[in-house]
């Protein structure tokens, strides 16, 4: 892989911004830098002819930028937070009449689906308000068709029977996706989908896309990309659209630095607005 220096990696973010809305400047430059370097060999090219091509192609500086962000996720990805989310975040809402949810980062929609199972298997789902964002339109279109590939599907399950392993309660994966190991597909069942608000929508930007405030806001492994200060902003953000008593859960390797967590009780990676 090519090295590459700071200053050509601010060259490069300064070529995204100046044809773009899209800012990079705080984005962690070692997993930013890996990222760009993936570019180069995906496009065989150098950083002069990539800085070119976004500067040329707005067509292209938009699927620079789609390859730029790190898209992972899994259904029930990291069990011990969905079985703390199953035994003791959801029945808190029992009595709410709305329960208004912003995934933000939302990827392909994993995060959204499990979430929806947990809901469903509460009583809550009819209750909900899902409303979902990313940077990243490709990703959200994966996640409005509900449509996986089952290469995943052993990582699914195995995260699916953590869940659930101490809650004394059996669920069957069947009954929230059509599995086809023939065709290759994992489908989200149709009462899944159409219950989830999208919209295209850049953090870096500090609003609110929806402009409603939240009982449960998800922002998990998105953070980790960006710079302390631009942690905070965004955390200040979250804080603002959530309720007294709402939950912001952010990813496991993530945390909350700084004034701005006083303003939070912090059970594990959740984090319960005081
Ligand atoms: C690693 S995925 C996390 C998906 C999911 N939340 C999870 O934890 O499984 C990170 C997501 O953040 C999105 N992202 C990156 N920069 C963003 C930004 N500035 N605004 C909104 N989303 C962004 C990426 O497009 C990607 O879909």
Redesign the pocket.
């Known amino acids: 892989m090519e090295d590459l220096t700071p200053e050509e990696i601010q060259l490069f973010i300064e070529a995204i911004s100046a044809h773009s809305n899209y800012d990079f400047s705080e984005y962690s430059i070692k997993s930013f830098t890996r990222r760009v370097q993936k570019l180069l060999v995906d496009y065989r090219t150098d950083i002069t002819g990539l800085i070119k091509r976004v500067s040329e192609n707005s067509n292209f500086l938009e699927k620079a930028v789609i390859n730029i962000?790190?898209?992972?996720?899994?259904i029930f990805?990291d069990p011990k937070i969905w079985e703390y989310i199953n035994t003791t975040i959801l029945p808190r809402y029992k009595n709410e009449s709305r329960i208004n949810i912003w995934?933000?980062?939302?990827?392909t929609g994993?995060?959204i689906y499990t979430m929806l199972i947990l809901l469903k298997q509460h009583g809550l789902f009819d209750k909900a308000r899902v409303y979902a964002?990313?940077?990243?339109s490709e990703?959200l279109e994966i996640s409005k068709s509900g449509k996986y590939k089952y290469r995943e599907i052993d990582e699914y399950i195995n995260n699916f029977k953590e869940t659930y392993k101490n809650s004394g309660k059996s669920y069957n994966i069947n009954d929230y996706f059509k599995i086809s190991r023939n065709r290759n597909t994992v489908k989200t069942k149709s009462f899944l989908l159409d219950k989830t608000q999208y919209k295209v929508?850049?953090?870096?930007k500090i609003t609110n896309p929806f402009a409603v405030k939240y009982n449960i806001i998800?922002?998990?492994?998105?953070l980790i990309?960006f710079n302390h200060e631009l942690q905070n902003r965004i955390i200040k953000l979250f804080e603002n659209s959530l309720f007294t008593g709402g939950t912001l859960i952010i990813?496991k390797h993530e945390g909350i630095l700084g004034d701005i967590a006083e303003k939070f009780e912090k059970q594990g990676t959740i984090y319960i607005k005081k």
């Not at 995934?103 to 990827?107: E, F, I, K, Q, Y």
């Not at 929508?201 to 870096?204: E, P």
């Open positions: 962000t790190v898209n992972t996720t899994e990805r995934h933000a980062g939302a990827s994993q995060e964002s990313d940077i990243n990703v929508h850049d953090l870096t998800f922002c998990r492994n998105v990309y990813g």
